[in-house]
C-alpha cells in the first residue's frame, strides 16, 4: 500500500467492481477513458476485468482510496517495455465529488514513486484526449509533458480530437 495525504493505492478488490461499473457507466467519466464505442459495462465485464488482472505480468492496478477508506478509481501501469525501460500508465477518478481537489494528482505521484523508485523504470508516459484539459493539468503538475500529438485519433460526441501523448524521465522527477 501507498499513501500520501489525500489518497493511498491499494489492492483492488472484488467489491470495488460494483462502485467500478457505476464509475465506468458515467458518460462524462467514460468519455475520458476510452477510444472505443461508448457501450455500457455490466458487472460481469467487471468480474472479469477483476479475474484478469489477478497474477498479470507486466501489469500493476492500485485502487485509489480516500483515507476514509472509500474507492475513488483506479490507476497502475498498463504496459511495460523492460528492454527500454518504459512504463505506460492511466488514471481515474470515477467519484465526480472527488475532481478538481488533488485527489489524482496524488495518486499520480504515488505511482510514478512506486514506479521509479520500486522497479527502476526510467520513462513514464500516458496518452490523454485533448478535450480533457483538467487531466493534462494535473499531468503537467506531476511533471509530465507533451511529447506528441496523435492528430484526430478519437471520434467523441460528433468530432474527432487528438490524442495527446505525455512522459515523464527519471532524471526529472528526480528534480522535481
Known amino acids: 500500500m501507498y499513501e500520501g495525504k489525500l489518497v493511498r493505492l491499494r489492492a483492488l478488490k472484488r467489491e470495488d467492481m460494483i462502485t467500478a461499473k457505476d464509475y465506468m457507466?458515467?458518460?462524462e467519466v467514460r468519455k475520458n477513458l476510452q477510444?472505443?464505442?461508448?457501450?455500457?459495462?455490466t458487472l460481469e465485464d467487471e468480474y472479469k476485468f477483476y479475474e484478469g488482472i489477478s497474477g498479470m505480468k507486466d501489469t500493476y492496478t492500485f485502487a485509489i482510496e480516500s483515507m476514509e477508506k472509500r474507492y475513488l478509481g483506479g490507476c497502475g501501469i498498463n504496459q511495460i517495455d523492460w528492454k527500454n525501460s518504459v512504463a505506460t500508465i492511466g488514471i481515474f477518478i470515477g467519484d465526480k465529488s472527488c475532481w478538481g481537489k488533488g485527489y489524482g494528482t496524488e495518486a499520480i505521484k504515488l505511482l510514478t514513486d512506486f514506479i521509479f523508485n520500486e522497479m527502476n523504470i526510467n520513462k513514464v508516459k500516458l496518452n490523454v484526449y485533448s478535450f480533457n484539459k483538467r487531466a493534462m493539468r494535473c499531468y503537467e503538475k506531476c511533471g509530465f509533458v507533451r511529447e506528441g500529438v496523435l492528430?484526430?485519433?478519437i471520434y467523441r460526441e460528433g468530432r474527432y480530437h487528438d490524442d495527446i501523448v505525455m512522459g515523464l524521465l527519471r532524471d526529472e522527477y528526480k528534480k522535481g
Open 151 to 153: 492528430r484526430q485519433e
Open 35 to 41: 477510444g472505443g464505442i461508448p457501450f455500457p459495462f
Open 25 to 27: 457507466n458515467d458518460s
